[in-house]
């Protein structure tokens, strides 16, 4: 199934490529920084980093920002709300929080590749208030209950 993205980019950034899938088999569309000029995010911080776009899309979707393994890898760089969501009705720019746990400060330059966009459908969901709730083997056991 075929789903349209509207996409735009916003003024002053059009040298900054569209969001692009790098293979046939990705998942993801690469997302590129739309820096003024080059932003150095010291070991343990953080910026927000604008991509120079907006989208539209379907209710029913979302689109989830995730970081991309390569800079994770070789940087340490990572989205800090991982995975990010951006719910169908936000028409504003799309922002990349990029955080720093490598142990070098990492520069972005303008249109480097930064993070990626995957989109997802999201179920039509009603919350239903009940007395008591079903029995399972695990019940209320939570963080490392089973062990290792």
Do not use: C
């Not at 569209?18 to 995010?41: C, N, Q, R, T, Y």
């Not at 989205?79 to 922002?95: F, H, K, M, Q």
Request: net charge negative; charged share 15%; glycine share 12%.
């Amino acid at each position: 199934m075929l789903l349209n993205i509207q996409i735009i980019q916003l003024p002053g950034n059009e040298d900054i490529p569209l969001p692009v899938k790098m293979s046939s088999g990705s998942s993801g569309f690469d997302l590129h920084a739309a820096v003024s000029e080059s932003v150095h995010i010291q070991p343990g911080k953080w910026k927000m980093i604008p991509t120079g776009i907006a989208i539209s899309m379907p209710h029913g979707l979302e689109a989830q920002v995730r970081p991309r393994s390569g800079l994770a890898f070789k940087h340490g760089i990572s989205v800090l709300n991982s995975p990010g969501t951006i719910d169908a009705d936000y028409r504003g720019e799309i922002g990349i929080i990029l955080l720093n746990l490598g142990e070098e400060t990492f520069t972005v330059e303008r249109g480097h590749r930064i993070a990626q966009l995957v989109f997802m459908q999201v179920p039509n969901v009603q919350l239903q208030v009940v007395e008591q709730l079903d029995e399972t083997s695990r019940g209320s056991g939570g963080f490392g209950h089973t062990g290792k």
